[in-house]
């Protein structure tokens, strides 16, 4: 690890870590890490925690993450194998490419359609990836059945779960969408206001499906009772999804993207997911640069993330889709040769636009966990129903809340991120993992939308480049931009923006960019430290201790 830089936005951390030997669960809520723990304790291993801890997640943190979402699973198993389980959404067969209305060609307005078709409703919903994602891994990779491992889940929706502030946060959000529903209204805005922080909230429809998936697996989904549900709804309210769909999904086993930055090795998922290629692509960048020595938040070195990230998503915008459908240059994208033409670009005075260096080959609210075990397996899994509660709009009789990944595709045809049938959607999830001479040393990653591998590739860069520990580095204030205005959370100085600002750069303060991070960095004596930062309620369990030493014998009095 570099020598710690000095830093000109200093900050506080607000969590302390974990610190333990025989396992380590960090998610975004303390009942799906107890969760998770609890596998552990009963002798499941990192996948069989991660995904208790998901089905957990689907409880308590519901406005982010469902059965009916989908996600990404970075496995390393104790072997040293790399996979990622791609259970990402996809466009209904009968999805057109012009099924919905764009309002603008801008940026900032991209994805955004008349009547916000593409997000609220039926018609927002995608082919849902999840549950077939999480039961694949826990039948190949875990050890404990999947009914054991849906018991905490079940409990928490049988029995109630305490809403936190955070959740009143989320709800007051999109109330307004909300009461479109009136199953999600009756839960989560009961007589018109959000649910207070404190309140218990039963979810008896969920715990009953629950249940049914416990007991038949994922075909109660896509080829049983679930999803002939899923599919009426559909029909009655003007979505595109049938059980054809459904029957057709697939889960697809991927090759993680492996990149170099100062002896590390970095390792996170291909296409569709952007995070891989081009954490990869700007890590190469800035591997130019004494990143250290210009110091944390100076305004050299923010500077230098900004311009990163406008190259980064130039090309992202031309060229990582569905490798099924475009052809993504991934070795261009992630080689050190294109990495030197891209940084002899970069102007450190002044901030600039960056066209795409290819030609064209033509969500913010998710969940995610850290987990791993004694034996060598560990897992960073990134799941979402994209956008506050999805569609926002629950299946009768179910409680399954639906996503609205629709939202993820350029709704203009004839671009590499536009809509087909059956395309997966492309997204920012970054569960990530360094290697340092072969022994993993960090696996991390966080929800937040466009701004998730952003945030995660500034994560390894406090660590790698500005020596930090675990904890600093997840907290550590962000920034975002893909060109236009530059985000800054507020430890960043007044004195740093004025200097962006004077090099170009449009500065709008946030209060949050991205959401809550987690992560696990792996001690050389055997200690895993867990963290999880202030956006969002991550707890981390660590477990220590284990079996009383073989052959003892007790004296009897």
Request: glycine fraction near 10%; hydrophobic fraction near 45%.
């Amino acid at each position: 690890m570099a020598s710690s830089s000095h830093r000109i936005a200093d900050f506080t951390c607000e969590k302390q870590p974990a610190t333990g030997a025989r396992g380590m669960v960090v998610s975004n809520h303390p009942l799906a890490s107890s969760a998770g723990a609890e596998m552990l304790m009963r002798d499941g291993n990192a996948i069989d925690a991660a995904i208790a801890a998901l089905f957990a997640l689907t409880v308590v943190e519901p406005m982010m993450v469902g059965i009916l979402g989908g996600g990404l699973s970075h496995i390393r198993l104790a072997d040293g194998r790399h996979i990622v389980l791609d259970g990402l959404s996809t466009a209904p067969l009968r999805a057109s490419a012009d099924m919905y209305d764009p309002v603008s060609d801008e940026i900032a307005l991209a994805r955004e359609t008349r009547d916000r078709r593409n997000a609220v409703g039926a018609l927002a919903v995608a082919v849902p990836g999840a549950l077939k994602g999480w039961c694949e891994a826990l039948a190949r990779f875990g050890r404990l059945p999947l009914h054991e491992v849906m018991a905490p889940a079940i409990r928490l929706a049988e029995h109630g779960f305490v809403a936190s502030a955070y959740l009143n946060d989320c709800v007051r959000q999109v109330a307004s969408d909300l009461t479109r529903d009136p199953n999600l209204s009756a839960l989560f805005l009961p007589n018109g206001e959000a649910v207070k922080a404190g309140t218990r909230v039963i979810q008896s429809d969920y715990a009953a499906t629950l249940r049914l998936i416990a007991g038949h697996g994922p075909d109660a989904l896509y080829d049983g009772p679930l999803g002939t549900a899923l599919a009426n709804y559909m029909t009655g309210q003007g979505g595109l999804i049938d059980l054809a769909d459904l029957k057709a999904y697939r889960v697809i086993e991927r090759e993680p993207i492996r990149g170099s930055y100062r002896g590390y090795e970095i390792l996170g998922p291909p296409p569709p997911s952007s995070s891989g290629v081009h954490i990869a692509q700007m890590l190469n960048i800035l591997e130019g640069f004494d990143v250290g020595a210009l110091g944390f938040g100076s305004a050299d070195g923010t500077h230098l993330l900004a311009e990163a990230l406008k190259i980064a998503f130039a090309d992202r915008a031309v060229a990582t889709a569905d490798p099924a459908f475009v052809d993504v240059p991934v070795d261009r994208l992630t080689s050190k040769a294109y990495a030197a033409e891209r940084r002899a670009q970069i102007d450190m005075a002044r901030a600039q636009s960056f066209a795409p260096g290819l030609s064209p080959t033509e969500s913010a609210n998710t969940t995610h966990v850290t987990v791993a075990d004694a034996e060598g397996n560990v897992i960073a899994a990134t799941q979402t129903i994209n956008g506050l509660f999805g569609a926002c709009v629950q299946i009768p009789g179910t409680g399954m809340t639906a996503n609205n990944y629709m939202y993820n595709f350029d709704p203009h045809p004839g671009r590499a991120l536009s809509i087909a049938p059956g395309k997966r959607v492309f997204t920012s999830m970054a569960p990530m993992m360094a290697l340092r001479d072969g022994k993993l040393r960090y696996a991390l990653g966080l929800p937040g939308g466009l701004r998730i591998f952003p945030s995660a590739f500034q994560a390894l860069v406090n660590l790698i480049d500005h020596g930090m520990s675990l904890q600093e580095a997840v907290e550590a204030p962000r920034l975002w931009t893909q060109g236009g205005v530059l985000e800054l959370e507020p430890a960043f100085p007044d004195a740093v923006a004025a200097a962006l600002a004077a090099r170009g750069h449009d500065i709008k303060r946030e209060p949050v960019v991205a959401g809550g991070m987690n992560a696990i960095a792996f001690g050389d004596d055997g200690t895993m430290t867990g963290a999880a930062c202030w956006r969002a309620d991550g707890t981390p369990i660590a477990i220590s201790g284990g079996r009383a030493r073989a052959g003892l014998r007790f004296a009897i009095a």
